[in-house]
Nanobody, 123 residues
């Protein structure tokens, strides 16, 4: 059973940077992992994803250049580096994994999800 655990969320000021991590356990095989975010009252949307064998990272168009996704295969960790944060980036950020080698922006294509970590950006 795959388990994903996000960490690193918190409250920051606009313009700050924040690094989120997702630790993956429970399986010896890793495919594609991705970050999603969900703002209050809104749908969960794709931030970006990366395959364990190098496919990606792919980003949502609006975030390319501001957010960066990387992974550490040895530590089975996915990282989201967020720079120059704005209040509109306030959301719960989720880590997800799918059994495919290509990232997808669709939530239904991901089988495993973490519990999420809250990011709050104040102006």
């Amino acid at each position: 059973q795959v388990q994903l655990a996000e960490s690193g969320g918190g409250s920051v000021q606009a313009g700050d940077s924040l690094t989120l991590s997702c630790a993956a356990t429970g399986s010896t095989v890793r495919y594609t992992m991705a970050w999603f975010r969900q703002a209050p009252g809104k749908e969960r949307i794709f931030v970006g994803g990366i395959s364990w064998d190098g496919n990606g990272p792919n980003y949502a168009d609006s975030l390319s250049g501001r957010f960066e996704i990387s992974r550490d295969n040895n530590k089975e960790t996915l990282v989201l580096q967020m720079n120059n944060l704005k209040p509109e980036h306030t959301a719960v950020y989720y880590c997800a994994e799918r059994n495919d080698r290509k990232p997808s922006p669709q939530t239904y294509e991901y089988r495993y999800w973490g519990q999420g970590t809250q990011v709050t950006v104040s102006s």
